[in-house]
C-alpha cells in the first residue's frame, strides 16, 4: 500500500496562492515518478483576504485541522491594506508557530547556476549553506504573540532574549542531526554556532549546551563564530559554511543576507519545524506589487515543498519522499544549469505558469534520463 500524508494547505493570500498551487503540481509530478507514496490536502482558509470578507482570520477549527495534518503547505499571508484594528497585519500563522511550537526555522541557501551571483568570486557558485534560526523564543520573545515589551512610560522600552535549556538542546541536536543528513549527501557535514558568547550571558548559556552536545555527534565538524564575525564570513567566504545555528533575531537577520548572496526571495525556501508539527512556506511574503500578474517566482515555494517531503520521509519512513525531495532539488538545479528556467525576478521570460510547465517536465524527465544511461 502506498502511503498517504495529509497535508494541511493554506494559499493564504496574494501571490501565495499561485506558488501555493505550483508546489502542490509539482509534489503530484515528483510522486508520480518516484511512486510509493501519495499526497492528499485539505485546504484551511486563512489569510487577510479570509479576514476581509468574515472578520477572522482563519477558519473555524482551522488550527486544528492544522494540528492533525501530518505537515502544513502555506503560501503566503498579510496584505498591507487590510489590517486589524490596532493596525497590525493578520497574522494566524505567528499562533500556528507559537501553538506548535516550531523551533527549528530551516532557510537554506543556494547558488544556482545562471541565477543571480551577488559576489564577483568565481568561488560563489559553491554557495550551499543552511541558517537554522531558532524561531520561538531569542529577541523575538517579548514581541509578537507573547508582547510582553516592558515599557516605562514615555521614556524606555525593554525586549528580553530569552534563551532556555529544554529548546536549545533541541535546536542544537536538530542542527546536528542536519548537518549528518547533509554529510551522508555530499555536504562536508559541518555546523557552526553562531552566537555572541564574548558579551552576553544568554549567548554564553547557548554556547555551552551547544557544546555539551556537541560529543553526541562526533561525524559532524562542529564550531564557533561571532555573530559579527558571521556577518563579516558570509560576504568574505560563504561557501565555506554548511549549517549555521542560531537564536532567533541573528537568524533573521543573516538567513537575508544569505538568501541575497544567492538570487532573491523567490529562491527563498523555509521549514518551520517542531517536534511534532512541520510547517512549510517561502520566506517571502505575499508580493502585492506582482500578485495576479502571473510573475512571481514559483521556486521558493516548491524548494519549500521539497523540504516538506524530506520531512514527511523521516516523520513516516516513507524513503520515496526523500527521493522526491531530491529530485525536485535536483531538477530546479538541472532548470537552471540548462537555462530551462528563466524566472521574471531574474530579468528572465517565466512567469509562474511557464516555470510550473517548464519545471514539471524536468522533473518527469528523470526516468529518460536513466533509461538513456542505463
Ligand atoms: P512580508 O513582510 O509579508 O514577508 P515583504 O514586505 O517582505 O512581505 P514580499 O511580499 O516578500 O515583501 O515582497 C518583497 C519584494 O520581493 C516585492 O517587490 C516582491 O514583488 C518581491 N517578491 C517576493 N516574492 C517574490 C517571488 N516569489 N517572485 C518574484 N518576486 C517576489
Redesign the pocket.
Known sequence: MPHTSQIAVIKGD??GVD?TEATIAVAAAAAEVVGGFSLSYREVQAGAGYFAATGRDIEPDGEETAGTADAILLG?I?LPAIRHADGTEISPHLRLRERFQLYAGVRPARAYPNAPQRLADPDAAAIDLVILRESTEGLFYSAAVHNRSEVIGDSEVRDTLRITRPTTEKLHRFGFRLAEKRKARGRPGRLTCVDKANVFRSMAFFRRIFDEIRPEFPNVDADHNYVDAQALDLIRQPWAFDVLVMENMFGDILSDLAGALVG???MAACAEIGDAHGLFQ?A???????MGQD????L?AVLSGALMLDYLADKTGAGAMADAAQLIEESVYRGFAERRLR???FGGDMGTTAMTRELIALVGERETRRAASA
Do not use: R
Not at 510573475?295 to 514559483?298: H, I, Q, S, T
Open positions: 496574494g501571490i506558488v503566503a498579510g532573491g526571495m523567490g517561502p517571502h511574503g505575499s508580493a502585492p506589487d506582482i510573475k512571481a517566482n514559483p521558493a524566472p521574471m525576478e
